[in-house]
T-cell receptor, first 112, second 115 residues
Framework: QKEVEQDPGPLSVPEGAIVSLNCTYSNSAFQYFMWYRQYSRKGPELLMYTYSSGNKEDGRFTAQVDKSSKYISLFIRDSQPSDSATYLCAMSSQGGSEKLVFGKGTKLTVNP | KAGVTQTPRYLIKTRGQQVTLSCSPISGHRSVSWYQQTPGQGLQFLFEYFSETQRNKGNFPGRFSGRQFSNSRSEMNVSTLELGDSALYLC??????????????FGPGTRLTVT
């Protein structure tokens, strides 16, 4: 079993839809949870991070962590064509630049 | 503020050769991490350097090595290239001066093709 599982999609939604992206993990030592966005031919960029369980909101993006279920989610409200990218979840047992364990990414397309 | 730069952006090598990739972190960042990204395995951590010392290492064979210079620039080297080494190699830098979460800023990557 891989440490982090993420449905690769692809996921295609109409503009304005609510998008839900998810990851599950097996390592209970993970405490830091991140979502990265990667556009084609670019490096990943950090969207949001959460420490331990709970919710975090930033504009149209909401990250949720449920440590009891080992399940994290990223919600995108009012999705835009510019949100079309691959979304990667990442986790770490320690903060800072410790080793990040990534999901394989979900490719999202938002159609105008 | 200039971002993370990686050179070269594209590289084609033959099996058995060796290759060196370079990464210049954001000014002031002392931590540099390297990742390999492939369609099959996704992003996998190679190693991290902080103040010229390797601080963390992933599960890759010894053919993969790296180093960091006093100006925080980093290089990674892959010896005896195999076809399976074809990948996008990403470098990320961060402040990483203490505990907590420090954002890792990724460069655009070096696309290595081994033929």
């Amino acid at each position: 079993q891989k440490e982090v599982e993420q449905d690769p999609g692809p996921l295609s939604v109409p503009e304005g839809a609510i998008v839900s992206l998810n990851c599950t993990y097996s390592n209970s030592a993970f405490q830091y949870f991140m979502w990265y966005r990667q556009y084609s031919r670019k490096g990943p960029e950090l969207l949001m991070y959460t420490y331990s369980s709970g919710n975090k909101e930033d504009g149209r993006f909401t990250a949720q962590v449920d440590k009891s279920s080992k399940y994290i989610s990223l919600f995108i409200r009012d999705s835009q064509p510019s949100d079309s990218a691959t979304y990667l979840c990442a986790m770490s047992s320690q903060g800072g630049s410790e080793k990040l364990v990534f999901g394989k990414g979900t490719k999202l397309t938002v159609n105008p | 503020k200039a971002g993370v730069t990686q050179t070269p952006r594209y590289l084609i090598k033959t099996r058995g050769q060796q290759v060196t990739l370079s990464c210049s972190p954001i000014s002031g960042h002392r931590s540099v991490s390297w990742y390999q990204q492939t369609p099959g395995q996704g992003l996998q951590f190679l190693f991290e350097y902080f103040s010229e010392t390797q601080r963390n290492k992933g599960n890759f064979p010894g053919r993969f090595s790296g180093r960091q210079f006093s100006n925080s620039r980093s290089e990674m080297n892959v010896s005896t290239l195999e076809l399976g080494d074809s990948a996008l190699y990403l470098c990320a830098s961060s402040l990483a001066t203490g505990t907590g979460v420090y954002e890792q800023y990724f460069g655009p990557g070096t696309r290595l093709t081994v033929t």
